[in-house]
């Protein structure tokens, strides 16, 4: 049903079990009951074979297991996903498997097994140093379990390790934030996620807040958090390379990447995306019928959607416009048929009179201003 093309695959793996929900998350996410996991399995392993030959031959570029809190899952669970992917697809040289970890699930024994199975890149949701803000967002580990974290994944031998950090928390000042950025730098992490509290309707931290008002801190304190995260980060060698991303060089989450330059990704597991070659689609969140539709032989999906070529030109516009590297017209250009800088004259005249992005031969670079203002940017393309 979709063509394939020469461009690096990469298999996203949703495995959406918490040890419990945090007030600010509106992830698909829910309890890991006992024995829910080995029930998901089978159909997890069954799904993959019925939708390898999607990726056309291709092996895969990176391989991410996110959620949920996949490492409150055994390490063994994991072995067999990544083992099933090497089977039924095959992993490229150097593939990069990707893990999203809770601090308090991990031990060095964990850690070497996870290692053992093929992960190769870490990323532990610290969110914040400030045991009281922890509390506060509903985490489940304390700023110890991730120093511990770290040192036993160095230890056992990840070289590549990221964290994540939320900033723009109920009661934070600049001090307890630059505090948070400096505690993470002591860590030496390779690559750095930091995200702004959003406030989604549905979710306890959404009912509780109003954006910009106490005990959030105003627009000038985020805008003033953001600008000392950024010299902080830059000098200690971890560069920019999306509005929420950083990373050493060379430490780019290959899995991100592609994603923001519109790239093909296989999608497994309940309520997991995937996108190939301008098809874009849901499984079903929802573990049981998920399961159930496998087990039948049917495809588990939620919804599918063919995007347009101007639909595809201006994802990549505005994917690209999140990123330090730019837009590539020349690609948007052979999705139109059509000569964007013609197309969208206005638009990008307005992005150089603005300072927010420039023109260097095909690419379309986001300034730093830009790049504060992206959704902005991208919106005057619409
Ligand atoms: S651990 Fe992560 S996915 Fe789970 S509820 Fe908390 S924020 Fe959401």
């Known amino acids: 049903m979709i063509s394939s093309g020469t461009r690096p695959c990469g298999l996203y793996i949703h495995l959406p079990f918490c040890a419990g929900r945090c007030p600010y998350c509106d992830f698909f996410a829910q309890p890991l009951a006992p024995g829910l996991a080995r029930v998901l399995l089978p159909a997890l392993l069954r799904h993959l074979e019925m939708a390898a030959p999607l990726a056309g031959g291709r092996a ?221 689609w849901a499984w079903l969140a929802d573990v049981k019928a998920y399961v159930e539709a496998v087990r039948a032989g049917r495809e588990p999906l939620e919804f599918s959607e063919d995007l347009t070529p101007r639909q595809r030109a201006w994802e990549l516009i505005m994917l690209g416009l999140r990123t330090v590297e730019g837009v590539d017209l020349a690609r948007v250009g052979a999705l139109l048929d059509r000569d964007p800088r013609r197309m969208w004259a206005g638009p990008l005249a307005q992005l150089s009179a603005q300072g927010w992005a420039r023109l260097e031969g095909d690419l379309l670079m986001p300034t730093p201003l830009g790049l504060r203002l992206a959704d902005a940017a991208a919106g005057l393309f619409l």
Not at 63 to 83: E, M
Not at 114 to 138: E, I, M, T, W
Not at 192 to 216: I, N, V
Request: with cysteine.
């Open 60 to 280: 895969l570029g990176h391989v991410y297991l996110g959620g949920g809190t996949p490492s409150l899952l055994p390490a063994g669970i994991i072995a067999r996903l990544i083992q099933a992917a090497r089977q039924h697809l095959g992993l490229a040289p150097a593939c990069e498997i990707s893990l999203e970890a809770n601090p308090g699930t991990l031990s060095a024994g964990k850690l070497q097994a996870l290692k053992a199975a093929g992960v190769n890149r870490l990323s532990l949701g610290a969110q914040s140093f400030d045991p009281a803000l922890l509390k506060l967002l509903g985490r489940r580990h304390t700023p110890q379990d991730t120093r511990r974290a770290v040192a036993q994944a160095r230890a056992v031998g990840f070289a590549n390790l990221s964290l994540d950090l939320i900033y723009g928390l109920p009661g934070q000042t600049l001090a307890m934030a630059r505090g948070d950025i400096l505690a993470a730098l002591e860590l030496r992490p390779d690559h750095l996620s930091l995200y702004e509290l959003t406030l989604a309707p549905e979710t306890p931290f959404g009912r509780a807040y109003a954006k910009g008002r106490p005990p959030l801190p105003s627009e000038d304190q985020v805008l003033a958090m953001e600008d000392a995260a950024l010299e902080l980060l830059e000098a200690a060698g971890l560069a920019r390379y999306e509005v929420s991303n950083f990373a050493r060089p060379g430490h780019e989450c290959r899995h991100n990447q592609d994603t923001w330059r519109g790239g093909d990704y296989l999608a497994l597991g309940p309520g997991a995306h995937g996108h190939l070659a301008g098809r874009r």
